[in-house]
């Protein structure tokens, strides 16, 4: 392929056309109370289930967990040379611990690969009471996970624009914070026109196009939090696009110390081009109390980019905050 026509693909790459498009990420992060991660060996199909060593017996808890009305986002993470041990795979099992809260609490496991299935049902079906997967335990450790997406089999976007990312956050950023930071590589986060995704834990924040240049940013909370506005997908505390928009906002107001606050909100009102949001938020150490009010306007649409075509039918919505007022 010559030089020319490669920069003629690049630029109709999903991910170029959205930012091409003016695409506000803002309200497209998944909505979820409990996050099973399960590591799984290359290769990888598109449907990670599908994929050669998928552990037997997660898709079927998977499925009874839903008809028992309780759904679970289920990614897979890339065996790594740092973090893996040899017949084992690692499991990290996020779940919400109360209305208003924070951070997720995380149960996480090294286990042998035999025992995946039957441990990722157990932890869906009765996680108070595992028995002997106790013995498979990690003990809780201060640690915050990024997953960055590159599942390239799933999108070419996300192993284009992903693995230039993932790469520079383990050398530049995982040795110089001593372990407080793990840096993964994650299977299809949905939004592949957002590439590159990445998803920050325990908080539970969805980050889309991010550069080299954001990291340390993102990383070290260093400078403002609303030079990365652009950049945020939302939090997956929050339910509807709507209290997403509104939470954004206020983050950005409140800088990076947002991040601690339990939240908690509610959509007072709604219609078809805008919504009341409210958000209550609480400060752990002070225990100060607050909220926010705000519209939210249902601004427009832009079209969906699809990989390869500069025109689409599909459309994305977009959000807005019209006013933000903070309550006393």
Same mark, same amino acid.
């Given at each position: 392929?010559?030089?020319?026509?490669? /920069?003629?693909?690049?630029?109709? =790459?999903? /991910?170029?056309?959205?930012?091409?498009?003016?695409?506000?990420?803002?309200?497209?992060?998944?909505?979820?109370?409990?996050?099973?991660?399960?590591?799984?060996?290359?290769? *990888?199909?598109?449907?990670?289930?599908?994929?050669?060593?998928?552990?037997?017996?997660?898709?079927?808890?998977?499925?009874?967990?839903?008809?028992?009305?309780?759904?679970?986002?289920?990614?897979?993470?890339?065996?790594?040379?740092?973090? /893996?041990?040899?017949?084992?795979?690692?499991?990290?099992?996020? /779940? &919400?611990?109360?209305?208003?809260?924070?951070?997720?609490?995380?149960?996480?496991?090294?286990?042998?690969?035999?025992?995946?299935?039957?441990?990722?049902?157990?932890? =869906?079906?009765?996680?108070?009471?595992?028995?002997?997967?106790?013995?498979? &335990?990690?003990?809780?450790?201060?640690?915050?996970?990024?997953?960055?997406?590159?599942?390239?089999?799933?999108?070419?976007?996300?192993?284009?624009?992903?693995?230039?990312?993932?790469?520079?956050?383990?050398?530049?950023? !995982?040795?110089? =914070?001593?372990?407080?930071?793990?840096? *993964?590589?994650?299977?299809?986060?949905?939004?592949?026109?957002?590439?590159?995704?990445?998803?920050?834990?325990?908080?539970? &924040?969805? *980050?889309? &196009?991010?550069?080299?240049?954001?990291?340390?940013?993102?990383?070290?909370?260093?400078?403002?939090?609303?030079?990365?506005? !652009?950049?945020?997908?939302?939090?997956?505390?929050?339910?509807?696009?709507?209290?997403?928009?509104?939470?954004?906002?206020?983050?950005? =107001?409140?800088? *990076?110390?947002? !991040?601690?606050?339990?939240?908690?909100?509610?959509?007072?009102?709604?219609?078809?081009?805008?919504?009341?949001?409210?958000?209550?938020?609480?400060?752990?150490?002070?225990?100060?109390?607050?909220?926010?009010?705000?519209?939210?306007?249902?601004?427009?649409?832009?079209?969906?980019?699809?990989?390869?075509?500069?025109?689409?039918?599909? !459309?994305?919505?977009?959000?807005?905050?019209?006013?933000?007022?903070?309550?006393?």
């Amino acid at each position: 392929m010559t030089a020319q026509r490669e /920069s003629r693909v690049y630029d109709r =790459l999903c /991910s170029r056309l959205s930012k091409l498009h003016g695409e506000d990420p803002i309200g497209s992060a998944p909505s979820w109370d409990r996050c099973l991660i399960v590591e799984v060996d290359k290769p *990888w199909a598109a449907d990670i289930t599908s994929s050669r060593h998928f552990p037997i017996g997660i898709s079927n808890a998977l499925e009874n967990a839903e008809k028992n009305g309780v759904s679970t986002k289920l990614q897979a993470i890339e065996p790594d040379f740092e973090y /893996s041990k040899e017949g084992h795979y690692r499991v990290m099992f996020y /779940s &919400r611990p109360a209305k208003q809260f924070a951070m997720y609490d995380k149960d996480e496991f090294v286990a042998p690969k035999t025992q995946i299935g039957a441990l990722a049902q157990a932890l =869906l079906e009765s996680p108070n009471d595992l028995g002997d997967f106790e013995q498979f &335990r990690v003990e809780p450790e201060p640690v915050r996970d990024i997953f960055v997406c590159t599942h390239g089999t799933h999108d070419v976007c996300c192993g284009t624009f992903g693995f230039p990312i993932f790469k520079a956050l383990r050398n530049d950023y !995982t040795k110089a =914070l001593d372990g407080s930071l793990r840096v *993964w590589r994650i299977s299809h986060t949905g939004g592949h026109r957002l590439a590159p995704n990445l998803i920050d834990m325990p908080e539970g &924040r969805y *980050w889309a &196009r991010i550069g080299i240049e954001d990291l340390d940013n993102l990383v070290h909370h260093q400078g403002e939090a609303s030079m990365l506005r !652009t950049h945020y997908r939302g939090w997956t505390g929050l339910g509807t696009a709507y209290e997403k928009t509104a939470e954004r906002d206020a983050f950005m =107001l409140e800088g *990076w110390n947002w !991040t601690k606050m339990l939240k908690s909100s509610v959509v007072v009102s709604e219609n078809s081009s805008d919504a009341k949001v409210h958000i209550d938020f609480r400060d752990p150490i002070t225990n100060k109390v607050g909220a926010y009010e705000a519209m939210v306007e249902f601004k427009d649409v832009v079209a969906k980019a699809n990989c390869m075509e500069i025109e689409s039918t599909d !459309t994305v919505p977009q959000y807005g905050v019209t006013n933000l007022s903070l309550l006393t």
